[in-house]
């Protein structure tokens, strides 16, 4: 199975604005219309106007006219949504089509030599498959044995292999990468139809788009402002009968329609699915709009330490004994202990032993695992133990030591803690022997990118398991506000849900298993896609570069989609005010001669006004598609800057626009003759 990435569809694209035109027709289905109640109520006005059309009289020339234009406003707002949906319809599209079956290697058990050859969709969760140099993976799931390179750039488009390797956090591997080198042994992590790809098909196509909590309430503002102004309508030919005036009702269907805001109306669903569509892009993939939206208002991001501020493969790099203690003796305790770590750090551990003191593998050594809440590994052996991990954890199994040892194990701790590195305190038979030096480097330019996010209002808080004193090091040099040190799963939860009782809205990204409860707390969820597939299931959204600093591009996508919403709206209501001068006079400059000074505009006559009204009205929303799906610009600045810019760009241009975009369509009119 060869898939490709998706990617970016050209915007103005022959094939996907024919599709979208055809489905923009597609969409006046009243059951699919009422999705959007701004532009059903358009519909049924236009419907109405049809009908008085059909029935003749002296104004059936300009009639049909409106109501052709009004139904052409209904499908300039289908067409807006539909083109974004195509969109993503036509990455979908090209997955599907680069999907080829593939057959897998069954295995019975990790050790296992012999395999069978089955279907890649017949694999359920929890099966075993092997792997090896040249072989498609045939489904999502998690190295168990062996490790291998990787190539991922079907999904991620990134040419250079990577290495996947049982244990630790770069044990998850993708259906349809195909493996470069060595031989893995896979377990299968989801059921046929339930891969990583199969979601990704579906959240880029929009099928499970939602609208979200600010959609939702911007929707009921939309629809509490076409009841108010289908109330102010109602009651106009009441007073134009007062002043001695008819109005036509063809004129006040125009006015409605034109008061409404039909042009945000129209651009709604487009701004929300061309906000998934940038995170694409990006190689980024959105579970939800909401998720998106979130990240705009986003003023916490928490972000776990190695592999995500540093390059996250720590190497040992000294072995530092305490005094009576021969370095050979520290070297092979943590040689031992380290045996049967599958990490890149106990990796690191024993090709130091061996590059120093040539050493031997041993047999009869019981592992014990790494876990959160020990925080320490090691093997049982002969009827004693050996022991690495934190300080502190090490310290509590050993007991009280006396001063002097005491003394220079800390010596030794803070020595390496204050380098930025992270010390692995050794201990054989509840005795310290030593500390491993673990080196951790910081990524290039990770400081420049804090920097931008505490330029947009973020505090960024590093999340690790090292002791305070490493934390701080590495805090320090990475540029972070704050850190919480030897944390806990139950630890960053509680972080969490500090910040968020405190108002916060809270970001997190990370790709460990560890960081899974985390990553469902968090608001914004951020899981890298080279992570566990706890990690993946967890957030809601997959970076496919595996790139934490993406997060600022997140941030940004999410606040341009607000800022696209709220500008596009600002938009629509004053243009409002400008239709009022078109559409008024004309209506009561029979009976109220004195309202021609309202027409500050020069319009040739009542019925040229109110067709270029309606002709402006839905040419408004097709001159604005491309802003919608490309989304306001954003730049790093305080929210009253931004607002005060917003309101002078599409405020004032909101109020000018329609005035020189209605009296050039008047004269087009005149010129012709329709009205």
Known sequence: MTVHRPRATALFDRALLGTAAADAVAKLDPRRLVRNPVMFATALVAAVVTALAARGGADAAVTAQIAAWLWVTVLFGNFAEAVAEGRGKAQAASLRRSRSDASAKRVAAPEAEAFETVPAQALKAGDLVVCAAGDTIPGDGDVVRGIATVDESAITGESAPVIRESGGDRSAVTGGTRVVSDRIVVRISVDPGESFLDRMIALVEGAKRQKTPNEIALTLLLVGMTLIFLIVVATLPAFAAWSGAAVPVAFLAALFVTLIPTTIGGLLSAIGIAGMDRLVKFNVIAKSGRAVEAAGDIDVLLLDKTGTITLGARQAAEFLPLSGVAERDLAEAAFLASL??????????????????????????????????????????????????????????????PPPQARELRQHVERVAKSGGTPLVVARDRRPLGVIHLKDVVKPGIRERFATLRDMGIKTVMITGDNPLTA???????????????????????????????????????DGSNDAPALAQADVGVAMNTGTQAAREAGNMVDLESDPTKLIEIVMIGKQLLMSRGALTTFSIANDVAKYFAIIPALFLAGMPQLAALNVMGLASPQSAVLSAVVFNALVIVALIPLALKGVRYVPAPAATLLKRNLLVYGVGGLVAPFAGIKLIDMAVAALGLA
């Not at 750090?345 to 809440?373: D, H, M, Y």
């Not at 020990?374 to 049982?380: E, L, N």
């Not at 590495?474 to 939860?493: C, M, N, Q, S």
């Open 340 to 401: 049967a770590d599958d990490t890149p750090e106990g990796k690191s551990i024993v090709a130091l032993a061996r590059q120093r003191f040539g050493l031997a593998e041993r047999q009869g050594l019981a592992f014990v695992p790494f876990t959160a809440q020990t925080r320490m590994s090691g093997v049982d052996l002969d009827g004693g133990e050996i022991r690495k991990g934190a300080e502190d954890a090490i310290l509590a199994r050993v007991g009280d030591l």
């Open 472 to 510: 701080a090091a590495i805090a320090a040099e990475a540029g972070v506000d704050d850190f919480l040190a030897e944390a806990t799963p139950e630890r960053k939860l509680e972080l969490i849900r500090d910040y968020q009782q405190g108002g916060r809205l809270v970001a997190m990204c990370g």
